[in-house]
């Protein structure tokens, strides 16, 4: 799994933060640890101390928030996912179809309105 940042994809002052080229058994490890440290112990997770991800040009810290702002950043270099312990909930529902087969499709991980988008696609192409 490798995750980067795109910085205005459609022209739009829109950007992404992209978790990508996995498969199904990379899919479970992440959902487990959302599971186990956001949702179990209520911690932060650092995907830069996660094994199996690889950053290109980013980090990304998942933290729970007051409420759902989605990802927000100072630098476009380290990135905050803040979500309620209910936006993550969510965020895990949404990973299930990849922890239950291999597919080639993608998933947007929060819909909120927010410049900063957070894509799950198992392929680097599905932009």
Do not use: W
């Amino acid at each position: 799994m490798e995750i980067d940042y795109i910085e205005n994809i459609d022209g739009h002052e829109q950007n992404i933060l992209r978790l990508f080229n996995f498969n199904k058994a990379e899919a479970i490890l992440f959902r487990d640890l959302l599971v186990e440290n956001i949702i179990n112990k209520q911690q932060k997770l650092d995907v830069s101390q996660v094994e199996f991800i690889t950053a290109i040009n980013c980090n990304l810290i998942f933290g729970l928030f007051k409420s759902d702002e989605g990802i927000l950043t100072k630098d476009n270099h380290t990135f905050f996912c803040m979500l309620t312990l209910e936006g993550y909930k969510k965020m895990v529902a949404l990973l299930e179809p990849f922890c239950k087969k291999e597919t080639k499709g993608y998933q947007y991980l929060y819909d909120l309105d927010n410049p900063i988008d957070l894509l799950f696609s198992p392929f680097a192409s599905a932009i």
